[in-house]
């Protein structure tokens, strides 16, 4: 059986059917509440004894888009189980059934590398491209074609430039939208997205294991090397290894290892400051993003009358008393200035929960000011030129402090960047 992919984890797998079955008390006002069918709440079945081959009959008549453009959007999901079963059971039937999905699913290849869905707003549903953005990773496992894995190359750089935030995703309320930081993404956006580039990275970054006695094992260990990273460096027990670490690629280490052995992979960082949509300035450290310190008051407050059969009877709006209107000044971005205009304190011990303002374990200490015409618009920070080169007025130069985008509720990471 040729397997379409080496995966880096160890699975046991089995097909279940469930039944599942309430307390009889649970759902009393159930009319179909009845005791379960068997002790056990699933009944188990061997591997393979269900068989998807319906599918080849079935697809040809109602392909995946008969329904809704939606099952055609997200056919790489499909595709992916079908592989999945293929590695286990190595039916051929199943490589035909993967083939004719792939036809019928939206051709995101296409679409990421010659098309200009990703530089047109409302081109596509936001959750729908996470969702599909696996499809050409999933099918280059039986195409092995590198058109598949480029374009998705080629969609990072071309969102980065587009509809992306800083923060990894992208802006869509349903629609895709440019990356202006007012709009907002979806939470089923990101996480679509992360089971994406999970499976993604488990076919792109396959590694093999080699152990060849039970007293000591020979293998490599592949360390990657984040491209934020310059000067990453290596020891095991102790001693450096002589290893090239360039940012953005694998490191291989291969050599006889025991037990007890320690590798330890130092990764330092350096303040960074990236331009993103109309040229605002985010500033990141490692692969943290920073975000401005406001200290946020949380109100109750009570829902509108015609509001509350939708959404309830209240809810919590918060807000500071502290100014956010802030600016960055463009000449701290030099390179022969960045570090002494953006200065990282360590916050310890650090807590057993950091992810709040008060217990952030990091601050950077930089320069800001006011934006007076930069004001707040329907509960939240209005529109603002993030570049000008006119002269624009600003205040004085104030201490600004930067926390980690995670210890923040209410959120200013892209700051508009003056003279």
Same mark, same amino acid.
């Given at each position: 059986?040729?397997?379409?992919?080496?995966?880096?984890?160890?699975?046991?797998?089995?097909?279940?059917?469930?039944?599942?079955?309430?307390?009889?008390?649970?759902?009393?006002? %159930?009319?179909?509440?009845?005791?379960?069918?068997?002790?056990?709440?699933?009944?188990?079945?061997?591997?393979?004894?269900?068989?998807?081959?319906?599918?080849?009959?079935?697809?040809?008549?109602?392909?995946?888009?008969?329904?809704?453009?939606?099952?055609?959007?997200?056919?790489?999901?499909?595709?992916? +189980?079908?592989?999945?079963?293929?590695?286990?059971?190595?039916?051929?039937?199943?490589?035909?059934?993967? @083939?004719?999905?792939?036809?019928?699913?939206?051709?995101?290849?296409?679409?990421?590398?010659?098309?200009?869905?990703?530089?047109?707003?409302?081109?596509?549903?936001?959750?729908?491209?996470?969702?599909?953005?696996?499809?050409?990773?999933? %099918?280059?496992?039986?195409?092995?074609?590198?058109?598949?894995?480029?374009? +998705?190359?080629? $969609?990072?750089?071309?969102?980065?430039?587009?509809?992306?935030?800083?923060?990894?995703?992208?802006?869509?309320? @349903?629609?895709?939208?440019?990356?202006?930081?007012?709009?907002?993404?979806?939470?089923?956006?990101?996480? @679509?997205?992360?089971?994406?580039? @999970?499976?993604?990275?488990?076919?792109?970054?396959?590694?093999?294991?080699?152990?060849?006695?039970? $007293?000591?094992?020979?293998?490599?260990?592949?360390?990657?090397?984040?491209?934020?990273?310059?000067?990453?460096?290596?020891?095991?027990?102790?001693?450096?290894?002589?290893?090239?670490?360039?940012?953005?690629?694998?490191?291989?280490?291969?050599?006889?290892?025991?037990?007890?052995?320690?590798?330890?992979?130092?990764?330092?960082?350096?303040?960074?400051?990236?331009?993103?949509?109309?040229?605002?300035? $985010?500033?990141?450290?490692?692969?943290?993003?920073?975000?401005?310190?406001?200290?946020?008051? !949380?109100?109750?407050?009570?829902?509108?009358?015609?509001?509350?059969?939708?959404?309830?009877?209240?809810? %919590?709006?918060?807000?500071?008393?502290?100014?956010?209107?802030?600016?960055?000044?463009?000449?701290?971005?030099?390179?022969?200035?960045?570090?002494?205009?953006?200065?990282?304190?360590?916050?310890?011990?650090?807590?057993?929960?950091? !992810?709040?303002?008060?217990?952030?374990?990091?601050?950077?200490?930089?320069?800001?000011?006011?934006?007076?015409? !930069?004001?707040?618009?329907?509960?939240? $920070?209005?529109?603002?030129?993030?570049?000008?080169?006119?002269?624009?007025?600003?205040?004085?130069?104030?201490?600004?402090?930067?926390?980690?985008?995670?210890?923040?509720?209410?959120?200013?990471?892209?700051?508009?960047?003056?003279?």
């Amino acid at each position: 059986m040729r397997k379409l992919t080496a995966i880096l984890f160890l699975a046991v797998m089995c097909v279940n059917v469930q039944i599942f079955a309430d307390n009889a008390g649970s759902q009393a006002n %159930y009319d179909g509440n009845r005791p379960p069918l068997t002790d056990k709440s699933y009944i188990e079945l061997p591997l393979g004894s269900i068989k998807p081959q319906g599918w080849l009959n079935v697809l040809p008549e109602k392909p995946l888009g008969h329904w809704t453009f939606w099952g055609e959007q997200r056919g790489g999901d499909n595709l992916m +189980l079908v592989y999945w079963l293929y590695n286990i059971t190595g039916d051929d039937y199943l490589l035909e059934l993967g @083939e004719l999905i792939h036809k019928q699913t939206l051709d995101w290849t296409d679409i990421f590398l010659h098309r200009d869905y990703l530089s047109r707003q409302h081109s596509l549903h936001c959750v729908n491209l996470g969702q599909g953005f696996k499809a050409p990773g999933i %099918y280059y496992q039986q195409s092995h074609n590198p058109a598949h894995l480029e374009s +998705l190359k080629k $969609a990072v750089r071309d969102m980065r430039n587009t509809i992306g935030f800083p923060i990894g995703l992208w802006a869509g309320d @349903e629609l895709l939208r440019f990356g202006d930081p007012v709009h907002g993404s979806e939470l089923c956006t990101a996480v @679509e997205m992360m089971y994406s580039l @999970e499976n993604i990275l488990q076919i792109t970054f396959t590694l093999e294991f080699h152990e060849k006695n039970e $007293a000591t094992i020979r293998f490599p260990f592949h360390l990657r090397i984040p491209q934020w990273c310059e000067n990453a460096t290596i020891t095991v027990n102790g001693e450096t290894v002589d290893a090239e670490t360039r940012p953005g690629e694998i490191t291989v280490i291969e050599r006889v290892w025991k037990e007890g052995d320690r590798l330890t992979l130092d990764l330092p960082m350096k303040v960074a400051v990236t331009r993103w949509y109309d040229g605002a300035a $985010a500033v990141e450290r490692g692969p943290l993003l920073y975000a401005l310190r406001m200290k946020g008051q !949380w109100e109750k407050k009570e829902m509108e009358e015609e509001m509350r059969r939708k959404y309830g009877n209240w809810y %919590y709006e918060v807000s500071s008393p502290r100014p956010w209107n802030y600016a960055l000044p463009v000449r701290n971005f030099d390179n022969e200035r960045i570090e002494n205009a953006f200065r990282v304190e360590m916050n310890e011990p650090v807590s057993d929960y950091p !992810w709040s303002q008060q217990d952030a374990p990091l601050v950077i200490r930089t320069k800001g000011m006011r934006i007076p015409e !930069w004001k707040e618009y329907n509960g939240s $920070a209005g529109p603002v030129s993030y570049f000008s080169q006119m002269n624009t007025p600003v205040g004085e130069i104030e201490e600004i402090e930067l926390i980690p985008y995670g210890c923040t509720s209410l959120r200013i990471a892209l700051f508009p960047v003056r003279n």
